[in-house]
């Protein structure tokens, strides 16, 4: 890997230090994390990057489309429950600690699901939202959903909850990108709040995020680090973890290995160690007993159920990026520059609009509640106590009332305003659990841009096209498929 100067490799983000070396001597997922740029992709990169300065905001910076992981992050968010049963009946262990470390192992479980190599997911544009729902083993039921809330600075908030299970989550991720010479930063803001609904006196689970720094963009190897600290904190059981994503040495570590202290009333109880792409361990402080507490070897994710987006809304992710993942899947990188281009376009021709008549974005599905925290426009506080009923409030705040039989919905009319359909030339149906958009012919670079100029802003009734929720049942897994 590429060597940072001093300067650059000494700076601290956000006052959060990360020991430089793990202390593992195998570059554990090394192959996964690393990219090869061919001579197109190289010089388009050295083109960008011949325009950076140290410390420059890298939302400014339009990226080209190769780096692009072919979702948006919206859905990336999805990661973080793709292992519930890791959770599932934490409410119903009398043991605080045990409770704590149910939820602390269901965290880390997420950050093993990525494509190989340096990706980013795509941007989302403000009021752009994305949900799927979850049906489990048992037959329980889980629901997801995301929205863009805001722009400068980029917000994204989202919501999980699955009544039966008793597991209500909420959220939002503030990413600020910088440059720092050699490397790309990600310093990810923002917290997750996990509430276990039969354990109210647990209050909230509250978790920050590790920073994502892209490596050797210049020069060196390219590759992908998380690091830095993440911290679980459980205020009213004065439990916490301060967990060290650290980064690999400059001569001697591993990559993606992590270790830090559990500690309850200040004192140490236990650690975790590992790495956040296989094997994660515990050892507990009193028995010196070492214990895997996840195994990301072999684990298998629960498949996400997401409407075809044919019945998707303009506004919903993947019909808003539909043609860009095709051009993606398809490698048409100037395809995907612009698919990109035609959406971020009409944004910006939708904010211009708005400005003129003096008017704002409204949020559809979230309100601030303070600075950057978000909430759902749902009373999370008091959900019914019976869990049909807390079922029914859940489902119908994020699909809406609906007839599928009919087709009829009678959820209120979208407060957002919604953009001409972008999807109108391809749909697909999610049929299977690695799905892939319907075949078709990709645009050219040359007729997207024609699309562009002809493109309407004009906004449609904002009146909710989904006939409600997906039957229950896998219809779609990771879009992006296993790494190979």
Known sequence: MGLLNHGMESLSIK??????ASSAHEEVGEGDDTSQLD????NVLMTIISQLRPGMDLTKIALPTFVLEPRSLLERVTDFFSHPELVFGAGKIDDPMERFMKVMTMYLSGWHIKPKGVKKPYNPVICEFYRCSYTYEDGSQGYYLAEQVSHHPPISAFFYCSPKNNILVT???VPKSKFLGNSAATIMEGEDRIRLLDRPEDGEYCISMPNTYARGIMFGKLVLELCEMSSIVCAKNDIRADIDFKAKGWISGGYNAIAGPVKHKRQTVGEVTGHWNSVIEYTDAATHKRSVIFDANGAKSVPKSVLPESEQEPQESRRLWANLTTA??????HGATAEKNIVEERQRDLARKREAEGKSHELRFFKNVGGNKYMPKLDVDNLPKDQAEMEKVIRSFVYGSADKASGASSSPPASAPMVADPSSRSSRSDSSPQSTLAPGGVASASSSVSNLSNASTAEPPAIPTAPGPPAPGPKA????GPAV
């Open 15 to 20: 006052g959060r230090r990360s020991s430089n």
């Open 39 to 42: 001579k197109e992709e190289g």
């Open 171 to 173: 959220g939002e991720l």
């Open 477 to 480: 897994d990771h879009p992006i």
């Open 328 to 333: 993606i899947k398809s490698g048409d990188m």
